[in-house]
């Protein structure tokens, strides 16, 4: 069975191995970790017969309007299984008072995002490599 929470400061670093698949640089546990816990809001998912993390979604905000998805990630082994999906439904039902809610995605994934009432706008980003620890 799968776990939905978004108590983060009850899980460890050592809960979080195995994300970030395919990064050339990747965050660290403890990064993600902290990522997870400075967030406006996060959920994991969680494998109950491991207690293993398989899947964890954050949000950041100025908790009045406005806010920004950075990750969403499900382990490979488990994705395809609607998780990505509960992990969106739980922190976009979590945060319905906001006006916008952004996100950046590669165009494949626009359709998925659609499925949540998200539509694809054009966008700009920087990206600074040595700031991660993984
Ligand atoms: C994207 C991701 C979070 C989806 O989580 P998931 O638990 O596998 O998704 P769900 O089971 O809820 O939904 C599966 C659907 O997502 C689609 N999907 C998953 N990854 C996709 C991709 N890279 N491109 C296009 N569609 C994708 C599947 O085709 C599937 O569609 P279907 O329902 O029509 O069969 C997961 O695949 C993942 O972690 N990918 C790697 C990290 C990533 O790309 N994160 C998003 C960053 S913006």
Redesign the pocket.
């Known amino acids: 069975m799968i776990r939905y929470t978004d108590a983060v400061d009850t899980i460890g670093a050592d809960r979080l191995t195995g994300f970030f698949?395919?990064w050339p640089v990747a965050a660290s546990p403890e990064q993600h970790l902290a990522v997870l816990r400075g967030s406006y809001r996060a959920f994991v998912a969680i494998d109950e017969e491991t207690e293993r993390v398989i899947?964890s979604v954050n949000m950041i905000s100025d908790g009045v309007l406005t806010a920004y998805v950075p990750?969403?990630?499900?382990?490979?082994e488990?994705?395809?299984?609607?998780?990505?999906?509960?992990?969106?439904r739980r922190i976009l039902a979590d945060t319905e008072h906001l006006y916008s809610i952004d996100?950046?995605?590669?165009a494949?994934?626009q359709?998925?995002?659609e499925r949540f009432g998200m539509l694809p706008v054009p966008g700009m980003s920087r990206l600074r490599r040595s700031a991660l620890q993984g």
């Open positions: 698949v395919g899947g990750w969403l990630e499900v382990l490979p488990y994705q395809g299984q609607g998780i990505g999906s509960e992990l969106m996100l950046l995605c590669e494949p994934l359709p998925y995002y």
